[in-house]
């Protein structure tokens, strides 16, 4: 992330998980935009249904395209790092395609097709306090 940003390039976070907490999120990591799984709002009142497409599998393509399009940029232009399965029609469409820690599917297709696969650790697993410690890198 750090890199992203020292260089300039936008940060985009798509997430699956509700905005409500995804937000605070993405601010914290200097997101330039993000989109996530919004409720569904009619004259200012929940639905309770969710706004489609969803920001999961391949709705992400949708979001990923649209945002890219906002921000002038092509997906084979982008890097793109997840660490699930149900991301590959995103993955297969931009220009860096990483898995981070992945689900074991991700990992055998990121292997596969000669991705990069980075593994952290939580803090401790390698008798580090650091809450950041070094990715190893599989390939």
Same mark, same amino acid.
Not at 80 to 86: E, F, K, L, P
């Given at each position: 992330?750090?890199? *992203? *940003? !020292?260089?300039?390039? =936008?940060? %985009? ?6 905005? #409500?907490? %995804?937000? =605070?999120? &993405?601010? &914290?990591?200097? !997101?330039? /935009?993000?989109? @996530? ?5 009619? &004259? ?6 969710? /706004? ?8 992400k393509v949708h979001w990923a395209s649209t945002v890219a399009r906002e921000l002038g940029v092509? +997906? ?12 590959? !029609?995103?993955?297969?469409? %931009?220009?860096? =395609? %990483? ?5 074991? /599917? ?6 596969? /097709?000669?991705?990069?696969? +980075?593994? #952290?650790? !939580? ?6 306090? @650091?809450? #950041? =410690?070094e990715a190893t890198k599989e390939q």
């Amino acid at each position: 992330m750090r890199q *992203h *940003h !020292a260089a300039g390039t =936008p940060v %985009v976070l798509l997430s699956g998980g509700m905005d #409500f907490l %995804v937000a =605070p999120v &993405a601010r &914290a990591l200097g !997101a330039t /935009r993000w989109a @996530s799984v919004e409720p569904e709002v009619e &004259a200012g009142v929940l639905t309770g249904r969710l /706004r489609e497409p969803l920001c999961i599998d391949e709705g992400k393509v949708h979001w990923a395209s649209t945002v890219a399009r906002e921000l002038g940029v092509r +997906l084979d232009e982008c890097t793109c790092y997840t660490d699930d399965a149900g991301d590959l !029609a995103l993955l297969e469409l %931009v220009g860096e =395609p %990483v898995a981070v820690n992945p689900d074991p /599917r991700l990992r055998r297709e990121a292997l596969r /097709r000669g991705w990069p696969v +980075l593994d #952290f650790a !939580a803090p401790g697993e390698r008798g580090e306090d @650091s809450p #950041f =410690p070094e990715a190893t890198k599989e390939q």
